[in-house]
């Protein structure tokens, strides 16, 4: 715990200027950052005395090991770059809204020749046209259905599309006149883009002029006699009406607002955001979060603008917005909206009539969302907190384990063997932090020597960044750290999640050049030290981990190990294993743990076993990228055919010159030719073509005499 008076600023060094600030731990990690129209008061109010703070502020500073700020011009640039560094370093102390799940949109693809109407979640697309959000995917898919009788667009898949194309039959909705078969040609694609505009503009809430267009031409088909057209229309009308009260008439004049309410307590506040849109509740959304300071309601609600707009821009910032206070100074606010769509945008509080009536609905489902939210979260901190404690008991640890690091190998009979890092913070996942390592060391299978691998280059890396950060402790020399970019064999150093390695990731050498160029708080790769060490094994699994330790000085993380059969926990240095009773909340989290770094270690492997059955002569050219061996065997035909061309006629490939043509023959004319491939289907051998293993592809033919992947176990 750090002393806030440690790393306090001078007076006089921090400007009365607006700006934005950060406060970093003993990491280098920004754990909180915040903005302040005067950095010199705002800042001040962290360093009074630690009695008179919030306790989760208190929390804060003294977690704390650092301040910097920078200064802006205007209130609107802090806001601006506040939102940027939150998204961007994902500080754990401020204002998170928790379960902000992807909610689902009605999309229409305007972007493409025949606009597809679909749910769509995620980042908005360019071309687009979304309503919603929606609670749930159902309501757009009940919705949809009922407007396909009066709008039938297209809303299938473009596989489906090009499929019903080639066969020139279209699918079932097309039979059921549920779609317009634009596939097939039934009608043209202005006719349909037509047709999608309909379908935009009711939803959009334009409905009136329509139904009364049907109307007409319903009384119009009766007049003539044409009864059962008239059927069909009226059947249309009953459909969009039944769509209509699905989304009731809140508010008069078709207004366009979002209304957010907030429900709170000392520790945690829950939002509730109602999208209207011409004048009906089109989606709703929620979110809860932890209140890191003392923060007003006000302050709550311009967090909830920031996470609501931040990536909008244009028609997805209403021209209204309603809330229950507004933040303080509410200048900028309005202004940082206003920029983001483009139009003026009018942020208040309802005082009267309908919209002070719907705010009060809205306020309601935020207070039921924090009770609920409350409920689940007691026994869910309850239940991670005894976890903790009882792993700590059983283990004799000094404190719980705030972070836990698990760790498995995996192999199919020895061949590709890779391990899995993954992290739990506070019980709960933290994806961000997961790796993955090829085991380069030796070739074959020992579990126990692939452990003292993989946990003396994720340590060497940790003492490598405690070393470039100057938190080396007393009395080292550097000299554990030799090799941090290559095993002590010359091995390359570890593999990231994902990267541009051979075998898609990283080698030692790019990840140490990630990692140490970044000076400016960004996640560094395994930069911080976990109080536990899990490894997915019985002893021999254990005491590997634990000698790799202490080859590397390090004796303040404990390790332990979780053993399948028994499900016992080995520790080192002792002959009988710590059992944990079945019903142990603690035993149930190690498994979680262990069952995740297998999960995640399988998965690598697999997926590293499959890229090298695909790999292909073309795999073995050295600074031969994926692009230009696609454009080869385009150009070509097989590899077979390129095999026999001559360097001038390889060198007619765009992008590929002398040195790399008389490269790329050496190689084939030293690979082995494939073996003849075989039609699975008819048991012929096609001698024609050489089967294209390097462009990926997956059709019919299969080479004779590949691996059974059936036989042998994956651990």
């Known amino acids: 715990m750090a002393d806030p008076s440690s790393y306090r600023p001078r007076p006089g060094e921090i400007p009365d200027t607006p700006g934005v600030y950060r406060f970093r731990d003993e990491h280098r990690r920004v754990i909180y950052v915040g903005k302040a129209k005067s950095l010199r008061q705002r800042l001040a109010n962290y360093f009074q005395d630690l009695a008179n703070l919030h306790p989760r502020t208190r929390t804060m500073v003294t977690t704390a090991a650092s301040v910097e700020w920078t200064v802006v011009s205007t209130e609107v640039e802090a806001l601006q770059l506040e939102y940027s560094w939150i998204k961007e370093y994902d500080p754990r102390f401020n204002v998170k809204y928790r379960d902000d799940k992807s909610y689902p949109y009605l999309a229409v693809t305007m972007n493409e020749q025949f606009p597809r109407v679909q749910v769509m979640r995620g980042h908005k697309k360019k071309g687009v046209r979304y309503f919603g959000p929606y609670a749930h995917a159902w309501a757009i898919r009940d919705t949809v259905d009922l407007l396909l009788r009066v709008f039938p667009v297209r809303t299938c898949s473009a596989g489906v599309f090009k499929n019903a194309a080639r066969t020139g039959r279209p699918c079932l909705l097309g039979y059921i006149g549920k779609c317009s078969a634009p596939c097939v040609g039934r009608i043209t694609p202005e006719e349909h883009r037509d047709l999608a505009e309909e379908f935009c503009d009711f939803m959009a809430g334009r409905t009136g002029t329509y139904l009364r267009r049907l109307e007409k031409q319903m009384m119009a088909a009766a007049e003539e006699m044409e009864y059962e057209r008239a059927g069909r229309l009226r059947d249309d009308i009953e459909a969009l009406k039944k769509a209509m009260e699905k989304n009731a008439v809140v508010l008069a004049d078709a207004t366009d607002a979002d209304l957010i309410a907030v429900a709170e307590d000392e520790l945690e506040a829950a939002v509730q955001i109602f999208h209207v849109r011409g004048g009906r509740v089109r989606g709703q959304r929620g979110w809860v979060t932890d209140k890191v300071e003392e923060v007003s309601t006000g302050a709550l609600v311009e967090h909830a603008l920031q996470q609501l707009y931040g990536e909008e821009t244009g028609d997805a910032v209403p021209k209204e917005v309603l809330v229950p206070a507004l933040p303080e100074p509410v200048e900028p606010v309005q202004d940082w909206l206003t920029g983001r769509r483009g139009a003026n945008v009018s942020l208040r509080i309802p005082q009267r009539g309908d919209k002070k009536a719907l705010m009060e609905t809205v306020q309601r489902n935020a207070q039921q969302a924090l009770v609920l939210h409350k409920t689940k979260r007691a026994s869910d901190l309850t239940t991670r907190s005894r976890a903790l404690e009882e792993i700590a008991e059983a283990l004799d640890l000094d404190s719980a384990p705030l972070r836990i690091e698990c760790y498995d190998i995996s192999h199919l009979q020895g061949d590709d063997v890779v391990a899995s890092m993954v992290v739990f913070e506070d019980g709960l996942q933290r ?41 080396w402790t007393d009395g080292a020399d550097g ?80 390790v332990c190990g979780l053993a399948k059969r028994l499900e016992e926990v080995w520790v080192p240095g002792e002959d009988d294993p710590v059992v944990l009773p079945r019903t142990s909340e603690g035993l149930y989290l190690l498994q979680r743990v262990r069952d995740e770094a297998h999960r995640f270690a399988i998965t690598y492997q697999r997926a590293k076993r499959a890229k090298r059955f695909r790999a292909g002569p073309l795999d073995d050219v050295p600074g031969l990228g994926e692009t230009r061996k696609q454009a080869l065997v385009k150009h070509f035909g097989s590899v077979k055919k390129l095999r026999s061309a001559t360097i001038e006629q ?30 699975t289907a008819t048991g012929e051998i096609i001698e024609d073509e050489e089967p294209d293993t390097t462009a990926g592809s997956s059709g019919e033919p299969v080479t004779a005499g590949a691996p059974d992947e059936r036989r042998g176990q994956e651990t």
Do not use: W
Not at 436 to 447: L, M, S, V, Y
Not at 653 to 676: C, D, F, M, N, S
């Open 650 to 679: 390889i060198q007619e490939v765009p992008g590929i010159g002398r040195k790399t043509a008389e490269t790329i023959a050496v190689a084939l004319a030293q690979a082995a030719p494939a073996a003849p491939a075989v039609n």
């Open 431 to 471: 994806k961000s932090e997961y790796r993955r390592f090829q085991i380069k060391g030796f070739a074959g299978q020992d579990d126990a020597r692939s452990m003292h691998e993989v946990i003396t280059r994720r340590f060497k890396r940790y003492l490598a960044e405690k070393e470039r950060t100057g938190e």
């Open 479 to 558: 000299s554990a750290i030799e090799g941090a970019v290559t095993g002590s064999d010359g091995s390359a150093g570890e593999g990231a999640v994902a990267g541009p390695g051979a075998d898609g990731a990283l080698t030692g050498t790019d990840v140490i050049t990630d990692s140490l160029k970044d000076d400016d708080g960004r996640p560094r790769k395994f930069a911080y030290p976990p109080q536990l060490v899990v490894v997915d094994g019985g002893r021999p699994q254990v005491a590997a981990a634990r000698r790799a330790l202490d080859e590397l000085g390090i004796d303040d993380i404990a």
